[in-house]
Nanobody, 122 residues
Framework: QVQLVESGGGLVQAGGSLRLSCVAS????????MDWYRQAPDKERELVAA???????NYVDSVKGRFTMSRDNAKNTVYLEMNSLKSEDAAVYYC????????????????WGQGTQVTVSS
């Protein structure tokens, strides 16, 4: 059973920083996609940052220059460093991964974290 567990959300003042973490556990064979999404109240879930197969990272325009996504392959962990936070960044943040797990090594499934709340006070 594969699980994604997120941590690091909380309340921060505008202009502040937070670092989100997402750890994948279970009988993982390979991870070929890692993304961060967010969903604010009454809005659709939005892709915030995504690691490409080539190793680059793409960001939604609204967070470019402020957010940085990174990964630790040895720990099956992905991070989202968020700086200069704005009120419009407030949302529930979700990590997403496409993972192949034992014994179905050729099958990649979508897994989601439970979500972590980010609240930005002005």
């Amino acid at each position: 059973q594969v699980q994604l567990v997120e941590s690091g959300g909380g309340l921060v003042q505008a202009g502040g920083s937070l670092r989100l973490s997402c750890v994948a556990s279970g009988r993982i064979f390979n991870i070929n996609a890692m993304d961060w999404y967010r969903q604010a109240p009454d809005k659709e879930r939005e892709l915030v940052a995504a690691l490409t197969s080539g190793g680059a990272t793409n960001y939604v325009d609204s967070v470019k220059g402020r957010f940085t996504m990174s990964r630790d392959n040895a720990k099956n962990t992905v991070y989202l460093e968020m700086n200069s936070l704005k009120s419009e960044d407030a949302a529930v943040y979700y990590c997403h991964m496409k993972i192949a797990a034992w014994p179905a090594l050729g099958t990649y499934k979508d897994y989601w974290g439970q979500g972590t709340q980010v609240t930005v006070s002005s």
